[in-house]
């Protein structure tokens, strides 16, 4: 099972952007599928995008399509969730998550958790 970190949140204005980083150990990085989770106060933890293990898939929920953009570079065991076009509606903890199975990352129950990072924005 692999390990996973999360960084790059903070507080931006509403418009500005963010790059946030997972970094995995532990076993090799490639072999998983990884998507990005998101839970805004009072609300359902909630799939964001999810990437192939060599990229050649992705998939994006509606409210992330054309602003976010999910990558990954697996010599660097490290994915990518580039965040554009901030609102305030995208205060959450955003979450990284790792599964060898495209079908557990998609509905939430991935084998592989980070412990969450905040993006907070103001209006």
């Known amino acids: 099972q692999v390990q996973l970190v999360e960084s790059g949140g903070g507080w931006v204005q509403a418009g500005d952007s963010l790059r946030l980083s997972c970094t995995a150990s532990g076993d090799a990085f490639d072999n998983y599928v990884m998507g990005w989770f998101r839970q805004a106060p009072g609300k359902e933890r909630e799939l964001v995008a999810a990437?192939?293990?060599?990229?050649?898939?992705?998939h994006y929920e509606d409210f992330a399509q054309g602003r976010f953009i999910i990558s990954r570079d697996n010599a660097k065991n490290t994915g990518y969730l580039q965040l554009n076009s901030l609102t305030s509606e995208d205060t959450a903890v955003f979450y990284c998550?790792?599964?060898?199975?495209?079908?557990?990352?998609?509905?939430?129950?991935?084998?592989?958790w980070g412990q969450g990072t905040q993006v907070t924005v103001s209006s």
């Open positions: 990437i192939s293990w060599n990229s050649a898939s992705t």
């Open positions: 998550a790792a599964d060898k199975l495209w079908p557990k990352v998609a509905s939430g129950k991935a084998d592989s």
